[in-house]
């Protein structure tokens, strides 16, 4: 069974950072891309960063500068190194992993870990 977890979410006071950890266990043949969404209530959600297989990088405008996603496919596992945080940034933070396992290639998704920017 393919499992994604998070962690790392926490309440930190603005200018503060975090980092969050995205890991993918099971069987698990091969990760393609992870991306970090973040929600709050009543909002869509909101793509924030994604990494592929092979390194590549995406982030959202709003996090551009501050935000780092970074991967260590030996564990199967992605980072989001979140900087210079501001109350903005509170939400729910998800992890999404395209990934093929069990001969289908689906996404996963986590249970989501909340980050909470506040004085």
């Known amino acids: 069974q393919v499992q994604v977890v998070e962690s790392g979410g926490d309440l930190v006071q603005p200018g503060g950072s975090l980092r969050l950890s995205c890991a993918a266990s099971?069987?698990?043949?091969?990760?393609?891309?992870i991306r970090w969404y973040r929600q709050n209530p009543g909002k869509q959600r909101e793509l924030v960063a994604a990494?592929?297989?092979?390194?590549?990088?995406n982030y959202a405008d709003s996090v551009k500068g501050r935000f780092t996603i970074s991967r260590d496919n030996a564990k199967n596992t992605v980072y989001l190194q979140m900087n210079s945080l501001n109350p903005e940034d509170t939400a729910v933070y998800y992890c999404?992993?395209?990934?093929?396992?069990?001969?289908?290639?689906?996404?996963?998704w986590g249970q989501g870990t909340q980050v909470t920017v506040s004085s």
């Open positions: 099971g069987n698990i043949f091969k990760i393609y891309v």
């Open positions: 990494i592929t297989s092979g390194g590549n990088t």
């Open positions: 999404n992993a395209d990934l093929y396992a069990r001969g289908t290639r689906r996404d996963y």
